[in-house]
């Protein structure tokens, strides 16, 4: 029997950040209330002294309104540290999400300070 690659067959994939160099992130997989938290302190402690971050939204399978105001949260704590940060291919479903609940401009690339 093939295996499939993890979250393929539905079942849900742990939302994941893993350093890409210099600065640059990559979240994937399933982000949402079960990984908010766990994810919220992980980018916090990777973020931390850092003045430009980027992160790579290309390789989120699935996001809920937790993970929605994960990325929030990360903007938010980042102008506050005076860091830039910018998301990177931001999913349809996150960018309708964000719009609905009229957050759309808290994703945009911010200027810390």
Known sequence: MAQLPPGADGAATPGALAAAGSGRFELSGDVGFVDAA??????DTAFAGLERVEVDLARVARVDSAGLALLLEWSLSSRAAGRTLRYQNIPPAVASLAGISEVAELLAPSSGG
């Open 38 to 43: 766990r994810l919220l302190d992980e980018g």
